[in-house]
């Protein structure tokens, strides 16, 4: 390919995300492909020559496309947002296209300085405590990471070792490997299935508390979890508190909770993927409260923060512990040059892999087209449509609301049966319409409503609501026809 192919194959390539973006509301959100119907369609073997970029496209169009479930659809209301913009897709174009690797500052000297830059800005837009600036003297700043996930993943490591290494020189009399046996760490019966992923992969058993009708987590519990181990010999080395549940996007109590793990030196982490971002609001202000003594944060940019997915932030107060714990060296590993000095960090040693991607490119290019207006008025454009649901739903005595309204999740059911609330939302998904996510809390089953999609507009959501009102007619129809029946044939039985 030369490079006036690849001009046209780039212009072509941005029609058709136009065309698809342009007119997504008139496909069906869900796909009605049969299982196996690609991998039954295309070649299974490469192409032995080179192919033109039309035919490619075509094939996008004729048999991808199709095939996809639409989750930057308006009547995308599942899981969470996977966030994006057009600012944000011609970033990723950007990075592919520059093709640089960030590891160590030396490596690619923009893809760190600007990684600190946009996490700085992050920290000052999100009302952060200072520390969490890298340019604030001191060990604390961010990285940018792939997912929440990788993000709770390293916390845990970190808190694993430092917890190791201070047992070690408090009782070095002690066995290294009887220590590690005896860890442990705490986190809510909500948290995210990341948490206790985190746990198995790092081998810190994961002491999941179970949360009450408010589904948070608090400080009492914790603090009574961690006696009552400590009298068993364990040795507990950190809590993972979660701001923004996955299923009702509840808030653990992070003031009270930070307070014990101060108290118990043990590692506190908070994870506010998806609600974070409201921390840039004023009227959540509240949300901060206890953030300025916790060790390390992440949040998503990736659902509320219109950047495309892959773009997870995390931040430590004391980055030498991450430093210490990922660290290793190798001569091909150090920087090529006498410039760089130990006040830039090569981030290699604050996250797994060892490349990483110029993210910072596209959160840049990101908040530079957007604004921290554009950003704020983006959030707010969420919690008031789903204000706007959730009138729908208290309007009909039919539904109910499980939870309080959160930020953009409105949790409900159908008042009866669990069987209801089950049987409604098969009906909705064969009709592909619309898309919601079943979650349970203790016995209750509940539909999340959770505004998506990079454009949705009041409309679409007073489209979702007729969705699902026609189906719960349609529904409970028979029902009611069997009633009605019943009745008649009583009234005959009566009147003879
Ligand atoms: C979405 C979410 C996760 C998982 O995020 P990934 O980036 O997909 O790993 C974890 N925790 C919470 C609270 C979330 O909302």
Redesign the pocket.
Known sequence: MDFNEFRNFGKGAIELLIRYLQNIRERDVLSSAAPFSLIHTLPNEMPERAENWQDILNDIETFLLPALTHWQSPNFHG??PSSSSMGSIVGELLIAGIGVLGFNWGCSPACTELEMIVLDWLVKFLKLPQHFQHSVEGPGGGVIL???????LIAVISAREHMVRCTKTKHPERNERDIRAKLIAYASDQ?????EKAGKLAALPFNLLPTKNDFRLHAEQLEAAIKNDLSKGLIPAMCVA?????ST?AYDDIQTLSLICQRYKIWMHV?????GAALALDEYHHLHSGLNIIDSL?I?L??LLMVN?GC?VMWVKESQKLVETFLVQRLYLQNNNNMNNNELPDFRNWQISLGRRFSALKVWITFRSVGAEGLRRHLRQHIKLSKQFERHVLADKRFELVTKRTLGIVCFRVRGDNELTTQLLQRIHDKKQIYLTLSMHGEMMLLRFVICGMDTKEEDVDFAWAVIQTELMEMLKPQREWRAIKFHCQNRKRNK
């Not at 792939?146 to 709770?152: F, N, P, Q, R």
Request: glycine share 6%; hydrophobic share 30%; charged share 10%.
């Open positions: 899981f969470y792939g997912s929440a996930s990788e993000a709770v948290s995210n299935s990341c948490i979660t701001l923004g549940t996955t996007c994870d506010a993927a998806y609600a992440n998503n990736h659902k997915y997870a």
